[in-house]
């Protein structure tokens, strides 16, 4: 199971740090994604890392503003996200996938957290 958490409100310009603890399965021998979906629009991975050898990966709307962080010792994943924008406003979910060593396919991610609701206002 993954619990995602740390959603909320935030003005542009400002930060938040969403977790996704992880729980029930080989959490080692998975990658984190970390996705969003804005409503009508499709869900987008924003950024990924993998727990085997600490690589990140991050699309471009993000890069540079948010960063992907793993605590093995509490099998917790973050994402911090600082200089924040209306265009982040989204629900944000953790997955996670045991394609550790290559980007995965949505359908690839077999376990999916709940979601945490994520406003930027302007």
């Known amino acids: 199971q993954l619990q995602a958490s740390g959603g909320g409100l935030a003005q542009a310009g400002g930060s938040l740090r969403l977790s996704c603890a992880a729980s029930?399965?080989?959490?080692?021998?998975?990658?984190i994604g970390w996705f969003r979906q804005a409503p009508g629009k499709e869900r987008e991975e924003i950024s990924r890392i993998n727990r085997k050898d600490g690589s990140t990966y991050y699309a471009d709307s993000v890069k540079g503003r948010f960063t992907i962080s793993s605590d093995t010792a509490k099998n917790t994943v973050y994402l911090q996200m600082n200089s924040m924008k209306p265009e982040d406003t989204a629900r944000y979910y953790c997955a996670a996938t045991p394609y550790y060593w290559r980007p995965a396919l949505l359908y690839e991610y077999d376990y999916w957290g709940q979601g945490t609701l994520v406003t930027v206002s302007s």
């Open positions: 029930g399965f080989g959490y080692s021998d998975y990658a």
